[in-house]
């Protein structure tokens, strides 16, 4: 189900919902909050994946961690990573599933350990 509504904050941040900026914002960020994904920090790790799509310095989505990139990646892998790094072809739906619970654990901590400056720009109230 996460996927499928972070699939319904995507489709916004591309503006390929509303042709108005605001109405996409403002649906991108009921739907990231719905999952509890802040919808700038989200955007600005997206915005950096386009402007370098598999570009192994750039692109955040290829950096190693369960599932690696490239055979320099590999290499350079230990651990689980580098086990897995050798059936990765077998094991790739499997992990994939994985990566998007990573994703989603790490824009949660994002999102609690961000400054409330920073949360009240991506769609978080401050305290009352």
Known sequence: MFGQVALLAHD????????????SETAGRIAGAAI???YGWWQ?????HHANPNHE????????????????????ATGLPR?????QAFLFFPCS????STFMSRAREHWATAPWTARCSTGTPPPT
């Open 83 to 87: 086990i897995i790094g050798r059936r």
């Open 36 to 38: 509890g994904m802040g």
């Open 12 to 23: 916004p941040a591309h503006r390929q919902v509303f042709r108005r900026r605001r109405p």
């Open 57 to 76: 310095d750039l692109d955040p989505d290829i950096a190693p961690d369960l599932l690696v990139w490239s055979q320099d990646q590999a290499r350079a």
């Open 44 to 48: 600005d790790k997206h915005t950096r």
């Open 97 to 100: 599933c994985s990566k998007g």
